[in-house]
């Protein structure tokens, strides 16, 4: 018969091992969402639609073991920032996947319009912004400091790319008006990107809490271009 | 984990300034014979504040409260060495009477520990003790000090009942009556509350936040979700030693004391 604490920490487990699950899920959802906007798949676009279902049964199912948790063992110290940590990395991750969706979104509008020339900025943003949530994932699973600060560099670069597509966007915009429509879309693809690197420097951020004890801003606030 | 940015870890024992302390407690240990059962404490315990008090059965946190009233002085074999001042004023060594002592620092106990005698009688024994013989006088200390407990609504009408015809939780709150009608600076609370039902904790914890804009409060709680609720300071005590001490939260949120943190957390034994 296991200790009222050895249950406990069975459950802190289980809610790490759920988060993780959910992490993994969402950084599915983002890197195919990219894939069928680049690849102009629409099947693969609406899979990744259809998936935002799932990743939102994943965030109440952490919500509620958490508030479970609360209410039931009435946790302190490490026990306590754990469980407020998970209750909001749950909803960095469940954002994460809206915003895949949103790209996803955009693929399937952007299906049947023709590329002028390969996506080059927004991929690697992708490519960076999935790191951000893949070593924020690992900084949760490792505790490991150094991770937390890959994530808040990969943030500046994530940050610069999203100027750069803006100022190549309105600039094509305003010399060709027929790329208005593309243009728009791709913008905005811009900004769920950089939306979700700041999700990834709060989940980044939320692991320093739980280890330190210490709760503070790790990047500077989004900027959105041309504001 | 390595910091990030700047930042300076609060002293595992953090002293509020002396300035506004009611005890400045340093270096005192306390002997029941040849045990070594508080071993080289030193903290301040705020005015008008409360300070909790936690740890493990047989920690020593019972023996540092009796301390701060000289109940200790009462036991035979106990020996306590360095210093302790209520307000400036040195009240360890024999020059000090322990009841002067103990007339500006009350206590209220575990369980409930009425006389038998009538709730009047109760509240009106310290003022009676100390001289007041006036009806006037005594009536009026009586209804104030129930007041403050917030009792009176509930025996006004039967002041001349015995005071064993209150329920656990009146009888808990007439005792700590009985501490204020000699009118303290300092109320001690050895678990006040481990015999009451919720409801009558309850109670009592909301009293000790609205006795503490008159009175410095220490607790002892085996509780420490007690500490946590009604607590500015808490003190967790070891082996008869205090391991950490400072702001409430910090203690329950972030301790930086790993045997705090398995304490806190439920990791010990």
Redesign the interface.
Known sequence: MPS??QT?DAQLHALEQRLLRMGSFVEGMLEDSVKALELQDTALAEEVVRRDDVADELDLDIETSCMHMLALQ????????VIGTALKITTDLERIGDYSVDIARTAIELASEPFLRPLVRIPRMAEFTSRMVRGALEAFVS???EK??EVVNLDDQVDDLNVQVWAAMTMEMKEDPSSIYRNAHMILVARYLERIADHAVNVAERV?YM????L?Q?AASHQTPGA | MAEHGTFTPRPVVLLTPEETATFLVRDMNVFYGDNHALQHVTLNVPSRQITALIGPSGCGKSTFLRCLNRMNDTILGCRVTGELTLDTHAILGRAVDPVEVRKRVGMVFQRPNPFPMSVYDNVAYGPRRHGARNRGVLDRIVEETLRKSALWDEVKDKLRHSAFDLSGGQQQRLCIARALAVQPDVLLMDEPSSALDPISTFKIEELMLELKEHYTIVIVTHNMYQASRVADFTGFFLHGELIEYGPTVEIFERPIDPRTDDYVRGRFG
């Open positions: 009222p604490r406990f009435q946790p302190m110290s490490k026990d306590l920032r505790r490991n400091a937390i600060d320093q280890e330190t004890g210490i503070r790790l």
